[in-house]
Nanobody, 119 residues
Framework: QVQLVESGGGLVQPGGSLRLSCAASGSIFSIYAMGWYRQAPGKQRDLVATITSGGNTNYADSVKGRFTISRDNAKNTVYLQMNSLKPEDTAVYYC?????????????WGQGTQVTVSS
């Protein structure tokens, strides 16, 4: 059974940075695509970024140039570096572990970590 543990969320001022981590266990991490979603209060869960097993990345337009997804296969961990944060980035961020090398759908969810951007 795949388990995902997210960390790194918190309260940050606009313009600040955070790095989210998602540690996976119970899978051969390196062969699967990984990703991050986010869900703001009262809104649907939206895709933020993905990274394939080969390291190809994709981003939502709203975070391009500000967020960077990366992975460390030796640590079974995927990261989301978030820079130039805006209040509209406030959401619960969820890690997603795919079941294939190139896609995160279908997949497993982490428990989520809260990110709040406010002055």
């Amino acid at each position: 059974q795949v388990q995902l543990v997210e960390s790194g969320g918190g309260l940050v001022q606009p313009g600040g940075s955070l790095r989210l981590s998602c540690a996976a266990s119970g899978s051969i991490f390196s062969i699967y695509a990984m990703g991050w979603y986010r869900q703001a209060p009262g809104k649907q869960r939206d895709l933020v970024a993905t990274i394939t097993s080969g390291g190809n990345t994709n981003y939502a337009d709203s975070v391009k140039g500000r967020f960077t997804i990366s992975r460390d296969n030796a640590k079974n961990t995927v990261y989301l570096q978030m820079n130039s944060l805006k209040p509209e980035d406030t959401a619960v961020y969820y890690c997603r572990h795919g079941m294939a090398p190139e896609t995160i759908e279908p997949g497993y969810w982490g428990q989520g970590t809260q990110v709040t951007v406010s002055s």
